[in-house]
Each structure stands twice: as structure tokens, then as C-alpha cells.
């Protein structure tokens, strides 16, 4: 069983960047590919990039590509999403996502451990 606890959101203004990092518990994170999910209000969980278990490989959501960066560090137990050129609405709460066969998915229902989220505020 994996952990997670995300944390670096905040405010921050249109064009401007933030790092979100994400810690993860428990046995052999490097088994497990990770992913980076947001949730507005009022809409529904979105994708936003993935990265396997070696970090070699990474998916991103189209409206990201360029702009985010996964990145993980498996001696450390971490994973991070380094966010640049932020807009407004990217105005969510970030989670990020364990999925323990491997697959680094933009799947949400294929993810098995979640964190509690990290709010992140873009303002104009």
C-alpha cells in the first residue's frame, strides 16, 4: 500500500510558476507509475500528465504539453509536477496518483492510492 501526500500549491499570478511535489509511504514506490490529476469546481477530475516507473517515459494531457513537467525521484519517494506559464484555469486542486500494475495512464479509474489534493490558484 502506497501513501501519498502532495503539497507546494498556492497562489500565484497568471504566467507565473509553481512545483508540486508529492511524497509517497509505505513499499516500493518504484513499482509503481504515478500520475497527476486536477479537479475544478464544479467539473470533473481531469488528467494531466503521467510518468513510469523508471521515469523514462511520460503522457501528458494535449493542453499541458509544454507547459508541465513530471518528474519523479524514486531514491527520495517522490514525484513532482513542475508547472510554467500558469493561466487561470489551471485554478484546481492537484492530486496525484499511484497505479501499482505499472501502466502510467491518463485513466483516473485505473489509479489505486490518491492524496488529499493540493490547492492551486491562478489569478489574472
Known amino acids: 500500500q502506497v501513501q501519498l501526500v502532495e503539497s507546494g500549491g498556492g497562489l500565484v499570478q497568471a504566467g507565473g510558476s509553481l512545483r508540486l511535489s508529492c511524497a509517497a509511504s509505505?513499499?516500493?514506490?518504484?513499482?509503481?507509475?504515478m500520475g497527476w490529476f486536477r479537479q475544478a469546481p464544479g467539473k470533473e477530475r481531469e488528467f494531466v500528465a503521467a510518468?513510469?516507473?523508471?521515469?523514462?517515459?511520460?503522457y501528458y494531457a494535449e493542453s499541458m504539453k509544454g507547459r508541465f513537467t513530471i518528474s519523479r525521484d524514486n531514491a527520495k519517494n517522490r514525484v513532482y509536477l513542475q508547472m510554467n506559464s500558469l493561466k487561470p484555469e489551471d485554478t484546481a486542486v492537484y492530486y496525484c496518483?499511484?497505479?501499482?500494475?505499472?501502466?502510467?495512464?491518463?485513466?483516473?479509474?485505473?489509479?489505486?492510492?490518491w492524496g488529499q489534493g493540493t490547492q492551486v490558484t491562478v489569478s489574472s
Open positions: 496518483a499511484a497505479e501499482r500494475g505499472g501502466y502510467y495512464t491518463g485513466l483516473d479509474h485505473k489509479y489505486d492510492y
Open positions: 509505505g513499499s516500493f514506490f518504484s513499482n509503481y507509475a
Open positions: 510518468i513510469s516507473r523508471s521515469g523514462d517515459n511520460t
